[in-house]
């Protein structure tokens, strides 16, 4: 509905609309929200793998034989973030030599072995998954708090 002076009068949902029409047309803009969002989500992603094969570990905790499993997320992440080894670009260059993964489960070097060749410590595991299960929950809440900032962004809050 517009007044005789030009200006039109909108409901605030059509303001919101409005606005989230001007946000999908900028798909720069979109690209960043993803960029901002995308490190939780792959965060997320590597906390749950990482959970399953810690719990995979300690019901195998009786199966002889049986190897501990873990990630190492420091390295795995960080390939998320395309932050990974450092490369020489010239022939002078001192070589990094640092140890990456190629994406796989790692084995866990055991603290005590035990005598029928299983490699998983109970305390260990259950310290190990209490931790990775609290950092799974601070993830989520960080992105919780991201995505009801940038509703709140949306909604001119």
């Known amino acids: 509905m517009a007044l005789g002076i030009g200006i039109a009068i909108f409901r605030p949902t059509d303001l919101v609309i409005a606005c989230f029409h001007a946000l999908v047309r900028n798909v720069t803009e979109m690209d960043d929200i993803k960029e901002y ?89 259950q310290l190990q998954f209490s931790e990775n299960a609290t950092r799974y929950q601070t993830t989520l809440n960080f992105l919780d708090g991201r995505i009801k900032g940038l509703m709140s962004a949306i909604r001119g809050e």
């Open 37 to 125: 969002l995308n490190i939780y989500a792959s965060a997320l992603s590597l906390r749950g793998r990482r959970n399953e094969m810690i719990a995979s570990n300690i019901a195998n905790a009786a199966t002889p034989n049986f190897k501990a499993r873990d990630i190492n997320f420091d390295t795995e992440i960080r390939k998320h973030l395309r932050d990974g080894p450092l490369e020489t670009t010239h022939g002078d260059h001192i070589p990094f030599a640092a140890s990456y993964s190629t994406g796989q489960a790692q084995y866990r070097t055991p603290l005590n072995p035990s005598l029928d060749g299983n490699t998983v410590e109970l305390s260990v595991e």
